[in-house]
Nanobody, 123 residues
């Protein structure tokens, strides 16, 4: 069964860093585009970052541009979201997702989703 599993979330002070991982299993996701979304309490799911299958194209929400970096490992089956200069406004559950249709900044095209990992940034 194909699945994505996020890890790396936790509690960090403002200004700190975290690296989220998204491990794929059940099939090869090396040719899939991946995206990261987040959902804060009481809010809808919002786009954070996306990349095409080989990292040649990346996209970021304005709120995280310059602070977050999306990437994949050499196998293409593990994705990462490096988050630097974290702020309390970054507190949310973070989800990774994968799609064959190319990177998207909306949730609809993504076929596979992880269960989410909590990121909490204290002030």
């Amino acid at each position: 069964q194909e699945r994505l599993v996020e890890s790396g979330g936790g509690l960090v002070q403002a200004g700190g860093s975290l690296r989220l991982s998204c491990a794929a299993s059940g099939r090869s996701f090396s040719t899939y585009a991946i995206g990261w979304f987040r959902q804060a309490p009481g809010k809808g799911r919002e786009f954070v970052a996306a990349m095409n299958w080989d990292g040649g194209r990346t996209y970021y929400a304005d709120a995280v541009k310059g602070r977050f970096t999306i990437s994949k490992d050499n196998t293409g089956n593990t994705g990462y979201l490096q988050m630097n200069s974290l702020q309390p406004g970054d507190t949310a559950v973070y989800y990774c997702a994968a799609t064959t249709t190319g990177p998207a900044i909306v949730a609809g095209p993504y076929e596979y989703w992880g269960q989410g990992t909590q990121v909490t940034v204290s002030s």
